[in-house]
């Protein structure tokens, strides 16, 4: 049952990171067409009508009361404020400039982990903090030769960056009065009513643009928003925020792969190597010394005072 359950997580994990991927060129191009509220609406809206079916179907009823604080606080910031900050940053810099910051969200999903859910520190947090901050500051100064206009669109990232790991840290806690389809179900339906006012906007520009446009909406509500989120969700459950924010190492560099295959993108020289250190710092900040990993429980979660334990992490997992 072990062995099932932590490949089934590994499966689950990877299916998140491939359509989380291909949400980054996704947005790009769709951003072409669409304003980053309308296109956040479009796909909230289409993820919640394709959740809702499956809840009405499962009859799984409403969350627990006690579940609302955090499905709130995602649906907000995660699933509301994170794409319309992610949509407006990919508009003014490319798809894997996007991803290389937005990928720092495990540093500060571990940092937020340790301190609202008491999963610990890792001893080399605060050093893969700095150095992921090194990287961002190295691929502002790269985007220094494109104007203000690709600063901005750096600031949106990291915007983007922190709600994102807000909101993950209030999703671990949540999962325990709600299941995967609830959580994401509702968070998606306070994000679509939220961005209401951008309704006239999203039905102008739909109009206007190709239909291709339209192609890219729904498969942002379809596949990286309400499959992709369901199986981060049932991934979460059975391992640490920390280790799950992890996951996302590869998103970056199947995010460049993609950029480059299909619109014809390519992040400059040092924007890469600052996205190098990027990605440097989260994997020294989730990094144990031989003595720390020779001491059986170092590093382990700790579970939230008067509740369960948090299960440890799926042996195979691909956070490791």
Not at 64 to 86: E, K, Q, S
Not at 249 to 268: H, I, N, Q, R, T
């Amino acid at each position: 049952m072990t062995r099932r359950r932590n490949l089934s997580t590994v499966a689950a994990a990877g299916v998140t990171v491939l359509f989380w991927a291909s949400a980054f060129v996704s947005i790009r191009d769709a951003g072409r067409y669409l304003d980053p509220g309308p296109l956040t609406l479009g796909r909230m809206g289409v993820a919640a009508l394709v959740l809702f079916a499956f809840w009405a179907l499962r009859r799984e009823g409403l969350p627990d009361r006690r579940a609302w604080p955090g499905i709130v606080t995602a649906g907000v910031l995660w699933f509301g404020a994170y794409m319309v900050a992610l949509n407006w940053g990919e508009q003014l810099v490319d798809a894997g400039t996007a991803a290389l910051i937005v990928n720092i969200g495990p540093i500060l999903i571990a940092l937020l982990g340790g301190w609202v859910l008491r999963e610990g520190f890792a001893p080399r947090l605060f050093i893969g903090m700095a150095v992921s901050f090194a990287g961002v500051l190295v691929v502002s100064l790269s985007m220094s030769g494109g104007g203000a206009t690709s600063v901005l669109g750096v600031a949106m990232c990291l915007i983007a960056a922190v709600t994102y790991a807000i909101g993950v840290v209030a999703q671990k806690p949540t999962l325990r009065y709600a299941s995967p389809l609830q959580f994401t179900a509702f968070g998606c339906a306070i994000a679509a009513a939220l961005c209401l006012p951008f309704a006239p906007a999203l039905a102008a520009e739909l109009v206007d643009a190709p239909a291709a446009a339209t192609l890219h909406v729904v498969y942002l509500g379809v596949f990286p928003t309400a499959l992709a989120f369901i199986t981060w969700a049932y991934a979460l459950r059975f391992t640490t925020a920390g280790k799950m924010g992890a996951t996302t190492y590869a998103v970056p560099a199947l995010v460049v792969l993609m950029s480059w295959l299909f619109l014809d993108e390519l992040p400059g020289w040092l924007t890469l190597v600052g996205g190098a250190l990027c990605l440097l710092g989260v994997a020294v900040s989730r990094s144990r010394s031989r003595r720390a990993r020779a001491v059986p429980g170092v590093g382990a979660p700790v579970s939230e005072p008067g509740g369960p334990a948090e299960p440890s992490a799926p042996s195979a997992s691909v956070s490791q």
